[in-house]
């Protein structure tokens, strides 16, 4: 992706090579720390780019990971890669799947400003049907049962996109492109800000298309980020001849399906949403046989760090009750988080500014996420640091919504990403805001 | 297995080739239509001996098989046993999973005489421990995750016993010989009756070790068999984004919990006993997202054939009404299934008569089984046509119960079983017993 | 009730003094401890028979009573009697709910002989339509909400029925009749058995009509009693404003509600027949309100008293986890209690050669309950002091099932029931049987 | 209550004759369509009133009044009040639970201003601790088990009150004061509005004491009401003998606790709060009969009406479910119901520059209710017909949270709210706002 190339051609259709690259992410959709193929793609193309850094492996991830596959399923995945086309020298350097690249270019004298997309993908069947896109243009998703649902390959070109054209601006300051893995399942934040890459960027923009917001718009800053835990729960009881001896066992998958009914049932909050699901449950060896093993995957949220903790509270009383009904044991154990946080309202009036600027069919100043997300893990740690940040909307229409098979981002969002996220840093650079 | 090596031992100790065999058997578990190393291995050993028929494939499989895996499953398996050393001549035959033989000896104009042993394993990963006999001997199941927990590696060294001592003993009469797969999802034996094989047995014995009873008991007719159904439901709800839109999905695990937990609470019947077991469930596919799909496998068990029918209609009611319940949709279907059935009392008697002629330490008439299996097809199809049919028990020290992960068989009880079947067999042979 | 009018009428038709008094008791149901209008008719009765005791009130009981009602309640009762007619001196020895009457009859030197018959009514609302005879001719029950749903009335009528055949036939024995209150709710017989008057008994008949066997058929002894416990589990959280502060609460229905589920749903046993029930529920105190409180009334029952003890723990581990899945406290308490029983051989025959006797029209020597008794604390205690003790069924047409709205007695059945029970005492007295 | 002792005292203490009042009615609590003590007591203080109208009974109820008790239920309530002191004339208006009153005051020309104040009271039993103030200073709940929890008792106060310092201050316009039943059960104020008696109000303000606000802060106008319906559904199965035939039943309660469990587990919305609550709930008739009936009284709430629709369908689709998983019949009906409201922005202004005026200790705008209330309902009809109303809040400390046993009412709130609405009833005769 040279210079020649980037940025919005003259007939307004999207950049190509953006798309390309885009099309190729979205043929291989990886999930958390399994990003091997997505994060040698990203490097070959930063090692084509003028940067000062370019951070892989280990050293971009601090303290300890949080649900990371067994060596098996990294292995499958990682040959996976290979297999693709993945550059060994990076699978190497990515290893135990320390997935995921932070790209520096220093310019100047002027301010540190962060850019942080994230790159996972989504363990869902991508549809085969003739309206949906990939699956009639030839890039639907090569790794079955896996998909980019969510946008996050769109994300990944905002990025590529981004630094082709901050360069090529006289950008005055330190641009910082953080390409994270894990956010489906809120695990590659925190290690990232953990690695200490974060601690002098004094802005820090995130990105995410759709939303429910068609192309063409652009939203200044996200709130309404719910906090959110993951948790695991693992019951063991005992097996036995179920025809036979039934009163011998002790049954984990009844002490399952009595969490699942109540979990659900943790009493609303009135301080506002909370939310529970019991995502990916199994359980149980044979049909004869009194079930031994059960476990539950799931997550709790909450619109505040409080609320999703109080959710997580009575979650962790839900599933010690159930194994005690059960005479089963139960051991829970926590996976990725993230907290609540909020956009700083002097970056979001900068955004809204540049979004008018570059000509975008219609800006929005805020507006509610209701989901989770862990790019609140780096938001937070630059306003703790007395930065600003904000997490901007993207537009684009998507047929399908998030999450599901027919999800699909409308390619001319594209370019939309690319003008206002260069703009809004080269701006900030130029000018850079203070908090209100 | 040559004449020169069946037979009790002088010293006493257990034939040294059966128990050979037996363990082959043991390290080589493989679960319902997977029997490829199994089947082989039996078969190499009848092609040694000296028999009129050796029935192999889709001739002894007749009607619909029920519960076959899909096909990659059965290539793996397949793969398996030959890399184990299964004749691939045998294997090829089996084809798709058609497992099992029976073998044929014609001997003069007395009656036909069946014995059926059966030869599958389970889904349970065995026991490592030094106490645990196979794991201190070397014979532990090097097919992880499965394990013979049940005995059924000695019933199949039964069958082979009987034939030598059979054939090497004057025998006047037919005998048929039924290595059966699949009891243990109460498969195998219903396309086995179907095949027509059975059409001219006149008297049937199928044997089983253990029941809690030990090492020299003989018990002459098993009864209070279970008849059983084997259903699968499958719910199909619609996924949607957890945080951000619960309301829009349509929630399958919730419909799977709801039915677990009132499968287990279908009312108890006043004419007998009844069994339910939600025995293998799953669903989901994201802790981020709605579960859109979910499954139940599981078993309905009653005393009498009537008892099962009124569980099993119980059981669609509550997996229908869970369904509704959380609006998602779910279809059943029924896998393996066998009646309840009964012991003859001329055969009980011949077999407690012979047991007490053989020496055997102790001679119990009648027990109740309280499981279920899919030998009461064979015994039924028996009865049916005029002939007498009885289940023997051939006891054994076992230090884990059945189904359990410290299952064993103690070796002492191998030629307990070829003495008390073959002597039986002879017995009806000379003098054909006549229903009381 | 006088001499002239006792025993079978030379037209076959019932006694008319008998059905007279049937019909009274009919009309006036009561539950258990509130037996007060049925105990001073069956007094009234007595005392005008030639007979050496009556005893009543406190000293029938010993040892603490179960399940006692409240004070209210026993006075509502109380008045409700005392405005139907009965005598205030009965109504004021049984005080406190010390219902029921033991009559004794001392004629000679020949063995103790006991005849139990119980008294108490249900609480279920008798039909009103046409075709149930109560309605049809004017003896419905008076006590709206209440009534002889299980054939109590006639019992109470066998025992004065008898008394007078007994005394009237050179009987050569003691007679002690023991006319027991609240065996609905298996609560009346531990307390009569701890007062000793059961201790000289040596023989012990109880009868129970209907059981599904028609008019004219007797039974010699009913086993299959199934051991019985009641228990209450009161839970007890926090209110809280249901749209206001719905996570303020500790929410006890939620908590009961998860326990009648798990209930319903402990496994099955391999050893017998096993029962759980959820009899009477209740809770919260307003719609807007988190409830605060709930109870579950119910009972488990084992076919011996080891499988109600193992379904007694099993509740008791569900009750306590379901409280603390939702945080609440609960109370268990155990209300009334049996034990099962058999019925002895010697007696039972005794019992079908006099029915053969006396020319009923069918015999059967035993039969299944399938329900439980608190009879067999008092079988029990004759037992244990070296006694003989039978339950003896006397059949009789009953157009609805027993404990349903439209249950009746045909009223030729209590001309056979006397017969046949007076018969027995008269052939016990003057051939003492031997156990076997 | 005459003139020279209304309005705040010089030295600061309660109005003696408002709290007397107050006192009155907290002893006599009475739940909805049961005020008739209520009724008749707050209707003699306004017969020594200078009125032009005092509507009662039929005439203020127009259309159908849901969840009006039995007969019997109306009678004891109306026989207590009769007791307590009513005056039977009042009582006889009043006839089957036609309770709440209506004053008209015409004072010339200027606007018609609404005060709606409610009169019921909760099913709660009061504090017997001699810290609860009632309890120490006797004038705790009579009727037991009831119970003025939510400050009802303050609000039919401050009507009192007000119509005194209106009146007496030169008041131009029509004053119309509520006095609504019901509002507990959302019951009272839908058939208020039907009569048409609002149709003419130009001006509505509505008032509620607590609400987590001291004594001495009043909030302008409160929000964030949840639109609410309350339904009940009957569950109607089949009784049998728990022991001797349980499958021969349909059991209700087990219909009802399955309804339960999956109703608190009612998917949570992305467009905001809903809320669900079974709130009363009861069923069975004795421990050994699998139980025939069961109900649930509960409610859904939501943020709007919208949301409070959806919670509905779904709790429908669950009742439906669970009555057929245990094939018993249910009926579900609807009680009360409210929708959302806002309050006008006019009217909020008016009231917090009146509050500062009067020189309360802290005044805020608006704040958020989080609960249900059917003022809605007026104030919903009176911005229909083109006027403003608003939902003033009237501090005061509170020992419990509402709806327990320990609420309370600081009585030095009296005559702030007294203060503060009389003052703003004056204000907008004198001065009319409008809409903004």
């Not at 951070?55 to 596959?69: A, C, S």
């Not at 990232?192 to 002098?200: E, I, K, Q, T």
């Amino acid at each position: 992706m040279g210079t020649e190339t980037s940025g919005r051609q003259s007939d307004g259709g999207p950049d190509s090579e953006l798309v390309a690259f885009r099309r190729d992410l979205h043929r291989h959709p990886e999930p958390a720390w399994c990003e091997f193929y997505t994060t040698a793609r990203i490097v070959a193309e930063l090692e084509r780019r003028d940067l000062d850094a370019i951070h892989l492996g280990e050293t971009i991830h601090g303290g300890q990971r949080r649900g990371v596959p067994e060596a098996e399923t990294l292995a499958e995945w990682r040959d996976r890669a290979l297999e693709a086309g993945a550059d060994p020298d990076v699978i190497a350097e990515i290893g135990e799947g320390y997935t995921g690249a932070v790209a520096v270019a220093e310019r100047g004298d002027g301010p540190v400003v962060g850019l942080r997309v994230d790159i996972d993908a989504l363990p869902i069947t991508e549809s085969t049907t003739d309206d949906h896109v990939p699956a009639a243009e030839g890039f639907r998703s090569e790794n079955e049962g896996y998909m980019h649902a969510c946008g996050h390959d769109a994300h990944a070109t905002f990025g590529l996109g981004v630094i082709d054209r901050v360069l090529d601006s006289g950008f005055d300051g330190t641009l910082k492109l953080f390409f994270q893995p894990g956010e489906e399942q809120v695990v590659g934040a925190e290690p990232m800000v953990a690695s200490g890459l974060l601690d002098d960027v004094e802005y820090l923009f995130a990105a995410h298309v759709g939303l429910d917001h068609p192309t063409g718009e652009v939203i200044g800053g996200m709130d309404g980020f719910l906090a959110v835990s993951h948790l695991r729960a693992d019951f063991a009881g005992e097996p036995s001849h179920a025809g036979g001896h039934p009163e011998q066992g002790r049954n984990a998958v009844q002490a399952a399906a009595t969490a699942i009914q109540n979990l659900y049932a943790i009493p609303r909050h009135a301080d506002g949403a909370t939310r529970v699901n019991a995502g990916i449950v199994g359980g149980g060896t044979g049909t004869n046989i009194i079930p031994e093993e059960a476990f539950i995957e799931g997550e709790v949220r909450g619109e505040t760090t409080a609320l999703m903790e109080y959710t997580d509270e009575k979650a962790e009383t839900v599933l010690q009750a159930a194994a005690d009904m059960h005479e089963v044991d139960v051991e829970t154990t926590r996976a990725g988080r993230a907290p609540s946080a909020e956009s700083d309202q002097a970056l979001v009036e900068l955004v809204t500014e540049t979004a008018a600027g570059v000509g975008v069919d219609s800006v929005v100043e805020r507006d509610e996420l209701g989901g989770s997300e862990d790019a609140t893990y780096m938001m937070r740690a630059v306003q703790e640091n007395g930065g600003l940040a904000t997490y901007v909307g993207v537009g684009t229409d998507h047929p399908g919504g998030h999450h599901t098979a027919t999800f699909d981002v409308a390619e001319a969002s594209l370019d939309v990403g690319v003008d206002v996220l260069s703009e809004a840093v080269l701006r900030t650079a130029a000018d850079p805001p203070v908090a209100e």
